[in-house]
């Protein structure tokens, strides 16, 4: 018996030593987010250990483990009709709100998840929740795709995905069919889902032979450059749930299907070092020290080396490529974007990304609403259901909708 309860009183000791990690006081919930860390981390480790052994590559089993506990088929309520389709062969979630009786047509949203280009889906749980929830609450049709993730496809195919889809979409015997306003259209993502959106704006921006525009653009804890993960928000979240600076590196690489050997040269900034010319023009776009307030900057310093490794962009060139990094892009390509909606986290790695897209944009004449939120992490938007509810959570959705609602 006495063996038994000292057993016990060692594995709850290591469980809680795996869980707790120190969270700054102003977030959402920290126990529950320790909680929710420790799950996806667990994961993670399944899924190395399986790609270690040569069993599977780690992103389609920790995919595989994602959609196994939360994936959830296309069902319709009362208030929303939801239908599984495809736009010219991309696969894409429906769901349709009611009309109001004033309103014969309907606005809507274009909706791309996160998940750093190779997790999730739009048939998970919180995806699901979360366009249901829109289009109920702004009577609206929402289209959430279902793009193709890595390892099975690279960049650029995520944007050409979204883009084919939203353009079928776009056709007006479509937009008939789903009783949508032309002129009431937005496109909206989160993390990786705000880069492919923001992209996705950029590219429809220069694209002439379009009739139909967007009106709006909402984009939530986008990641929108991989040339400086040294940004204040990155050097303060090094290691903060549920994406610290490293894993947000290998998304990265994975996603230009890259060396891992450049991962620790990255995190330094070796491949934006002084001595790369191919990176030179680009800095300027970025430059925090001009771009961030004071309050953000603080006492925090550039990370800019002298010398670095200059294999990296020639091998992965994509990482100067706008369409990849909507960040870096031309100040001409930014002047006509639609009103645009910026949701950023304090406890996130990307929280500068969208900080500094805001006040380009600003400086292009787009009117920007940067929607900030203290106690927020990176993702807590789509976790507002139970057991993995947070109170920031429910607070940036009610945002967000709210924002959609006064201006689509």
Not at 100 to 128: C, F, M, Q, T
Not at 245 to 256: L, S
Request: hydrophobic fraction near 40%; charged fraction near 20%.
């Amino acid at each position: 018996m006495r063996s038994s309860c000292v057993l016990l009183t060692a594995l709850v000791a290591l469980a809680a030593y795996y869980i707790y990690i120190p969270l700054p006081s102003s977030v959402s919930d920290p126990w529950k987010l320790m909680l929710l860390d420790a799950t996806f981390r667990s994961a993670q480790q399944v899924s190395n250990l399986i790609h270690y052994l040569g069993l599977s590559h780690h992103l389609l089993v920790l995919n595989f483990i994602i959609i196994s506990f939360g994936k959830k088929s296309a069902w319709s309520s009362a208030q929303v009709k939801v239908t599984d389709t495809d736009f010219d062969g991309v696969e894409v979630r429906v769901f349709e709100g009611s009309a109001k009786p004033e309103e014969p047509l309907k606005r809507s949203v274009v909706y791309i998840h996160g998940g750093g280009w190779a997790l999730a889906s739009a048939k998970i749980r919180y995806y699901d929740e979360l366009c249901k929830a829109m289009a109920e609450e702004l009577n609206a049709v929402i289209v959430s795709i279902e793009y193709r993730l890595v390892p099975k496809v690279y960049f650029p195919e995520q944007i050409h995905d979204v883009i084919r889809a939203t353009k079928y979409f776009l056709q007006p015997e479509v937009l008939h069919k789903y009783s949508v306003d032309p002129g009431r259209i937005g496109v909206s993502g989160d993390s990786a889902g705000g880069n492919l959106a923001a992209a996705l704006g950029q590219q429809f921006n220069q694209d002439a032979n379009l009739k139909n525009k967007l009106k709006v653009q909402a984009l939530i804890y986008p990641v929108l450059q991989a040339l400086d993960f040294n940004t204040p928000s990155y050097q303060q979240n090094v290691n903060t749930p549920i994406l610290p600076r490293y894993v947000m590196v290998k998304y990265w690489v994975d996603y230009f299907h890259g060396n891992y050997d450049f991962v620790q040269a990255m995190v330094v900034n070796n491949h934006t070092s002084l001595d790369v010319e191919e990176a030179a023009a680009l800095r300027a776009h970025l430059n925090w020290t001009s771009l961030l307030p004071a309050s953000i900057t603080k006492n925090y310093k550039p990370v800019m080396q002298t010398t670095g490794n200059t294999r990296i962009v020639q091998e992965i060139p994509q990482l100067l490529d706008a369409r990849s990094a909507p960040l870096i892009a031309d100040q001409k390509v930014l002047r006509h974007l639609p009103k645009t909606y910026i949701l950023t986290c304090e406890h996130d790695v990307l929280r500068d990304d969208g900080i500094m897209y805001a006040k380009r944009l600003e400086s292009a004449g787009v009117e920007v609403t940067l929607d900030h939120f203290e106690d927020g992490f990176h993702g807590c938007m789509i976790f507002t259901s139970w057991p993995t509810n947070f109170s920031v959570g429910i607070r940036t959705r009610n945002s967000y909708i709210k924002w959609l609602d006064q201006n689509l």
